[in-house]
């Protein structure tokens, strides 16, 4: 572009100069952050930088902003292990912030971290063994360019920008609001309104006692059940322990034991003896909603527990709105919509001024960046997953994915470790590239999908697990999601090992 020539307001500004980084960490989520911090601590030697495209940190906690959003697993093994936390076990999104914010500013990482920067694409030199990523900086929609020798994905694993909405008939005949919980509106008035929450998730079970208070009456409808765990939101070892003014550091690293101890045992059980756990889930909310409440039909999922995240609710509260009479449940499918609610499978049909679609999330692979390496567009699909960190035919790259049964920060901080472990050795074997291959004795080796359905199938990964890496038989080529085998496993890593290649 000249001088002379006039800019046209939304296209880019022309590009800039390339900014160099050791390392680029994509996203500041909670996976981002922590990264940054373990950064700061493990490979200060490293210049790095965090791009993030919304105009704050938080990720999940700042895109959900519907009525009650917390967290469904407890803080204390959510919270990061370097920083304890002091709050009720189940926290608020704003909560969670607040925590980020402080390991933000105690660690003075806001220097690194680019808010408004939405990287569109990353392409991969062998020969110059860097990255280059195209970036558009939204302030003033300049199109930057950054360069980086080692990529780290705290991109998530769904679309922030809208969530997923089946295609119903008749959607457009319904004369109220549908609203999605991932884009909530801040104007939606449901106060005295006949409220349809469809769902049966952690969303909606949080969503539906949380707006019921003001509403006429809020019915969840659910295709089918889910477990969830009612009970206090508290920990009474952290209580105690606290009363014995024991130092918080203490406490955090003795509860998250307590906690990893006892959710190990749990997961186990649900494994060596589904009945008896489905009995206690379905037993726990029978004993809230009283003998005379259909909680075989509602609240008796078909697939052992575990399969699908187990959401813990506070207090029971969704237990407690259906007690109350403010909520009611339907177990039924969706024939239609109509211009005044939801005609069921079953004849029946359900009045509504605001229908919640709360059906999940939309999986995006990669943070919806077109990556090539040396020229060619990456098929992510084709690769086989290392550990579900790295993927062969992608080097220098490593993505932060955590846990279904425990809480995701756990992997963001052992992946953080396993990062930091490789570029020490990097630097100790010389090397600018590294990049995970199939060893000879893995030839023939039996691939599949990235999770196996059989162990865990939510909707969302069932969806787009065509787009996700595939997974070997052996443990080193799986995201096992086992925490506990991990935790020993990963620092263990011996980084000389054949499947890994230097250059
Ligand atoms: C409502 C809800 C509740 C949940 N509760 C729990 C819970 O209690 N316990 C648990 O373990 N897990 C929970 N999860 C799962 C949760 O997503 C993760 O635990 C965790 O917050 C993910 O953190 P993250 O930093 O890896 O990713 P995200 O929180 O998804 O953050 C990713 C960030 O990367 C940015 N980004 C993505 N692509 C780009 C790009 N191209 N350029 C720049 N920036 C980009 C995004 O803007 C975002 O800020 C919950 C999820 C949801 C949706």
Redesign the pocket.
Known sequence: MTLAEPEAKAAPKSAQAAEHFDVLI???????VGGAYHMTQQRPQDSFVV????ESF????IT?KYPG?R???DLYT?GYRFKPWTGTPIATAEEILTYMGEVIEENDLARHIRYG???VSASWSSADKLWTLQVLRKSDNAQLTFTTGFLWM?????R?GQGYTPDWPGMSDFTGRIVHPQTWPEDLDYKGKRVIVIGSG??AATLAPNIAGDTEHVTLLQRSPTYFIPGRNANDLADTLRDLEIDEAWIHEIVRRRILKDQDAFTQRCLDEPETVTQELVGAAKLILGPDYDVAKHFTPSYRPWRQRIAFIPDGDLFMGIRSGKVSVETDEIERFTAGGILLKSGKELEADIIVTATG?DLAVL???DFTIDGAPLDFSKSVTYRGMMFTGVPNMVW?F??FRA???LR?DLVADFVARLRDHMEKVGARQVEVALRPEDEGMELGPWIDPENFNPGYLMRGMHLLPQRGSKPEWQHTQDYWSERKEIPQIDLSGAEFRYS
Request: net charge negative; aromatic share 16%; proline share 0%.
């Open positions: 994509v996203g500041a989520g909670i996976s981002g791009l993030e495209a919304k938080g990720g999940t906690w959900h959003i967290s469904d697993s959510f920067h939405e990287i705290c991109q998530g694993y769904y922030h952690a969303t999330f943070g919806d960046i932060v955590g846990y809480s995701w920060t963001a």
